[in-house]
């Protein structure tokens, strides 16, 4: 299920677009695109697949679900497995997290996992300046939402990865 898909120009938010419209924001290489799907279907991963030119293998993985936590590099584009674990109730529940970043953009899946990226991508957007370039590289914004406000020497290394 399509939970939201933004486009972002030059750190700011232009406009939640509907899925038809990936491959034309991510042609721009002033855009961004951020797409969060939850427990998707084949056809939705297929689609995905497509739109952002995702390797084969790596959608593949993302299917199949139950993947050891892992980050793999596939020309300028990485994914990654990461798993969570969250209470339900009484009892630990353990999702799957899967993460496609490019240069342009980030496609978040989450499965068997409640908790999204909602905090993370509002986080995002509220920083002014210097700080929106948060959500002009995939890379960067990987980094934000396991590392939280991007300051530091992490932060510094981070930065000149994204930029390179």
């Known amino acids: ?6 486009a972002y120009q030059d750190g700011k938010k232009l406009a939640d677009i509907p899925r038809e419209e990936i ?19 084949p ?9 952002f030119e995702l390797h084969e293998l790596a959608v593949e993985d993302a299917s199949h679900g139950h993947q050891r936590p ?17 209470m339900k109730g009484e009892e630990l529940q353990v999702g799957e997290i899967e993460i496609f970043v490019g240069p342009n953009y980030i496609l978040s899946i989450r ?5 999204g990226f909602q905090s993370v991508r509002a986080r995002c957007e509220r920083v002014q300046g210097a700080g929106r370039h ?3 590289r995939g ?21 000149r990865y994204a930029d390179a």
Do not use: T
């Open 111 to 115: 499965v068997h996992s409640e908790r």
């Open 134 to 136: 948060r959500l002009n």
């Open 1 to 6: 299920m399509l939970v939201n898909c933004v």
């Open 43 to 51: 056809a939705e991963l297929q689609g995905m697949r497509e739109e």
């Open 139 to 159: 890379q960067w914004l990987l980094f934000v939402a396991r590392n939280g406000d991007g300051r530091g020497a992490h932060a510094a290394r981070a930065r």
């Open 23 to 41: 491959g034309k924001y991510v042609k721009r290489p002033d855009c961004f695109v951020w797409v969060a799907l939850f427990e998707p279907s």
């Open 70 to 86: 892992k980050i793999e590099e596939y020309g300028d584009s990485l994914f990654a497995v990461l798993q969570a674990v969250e």
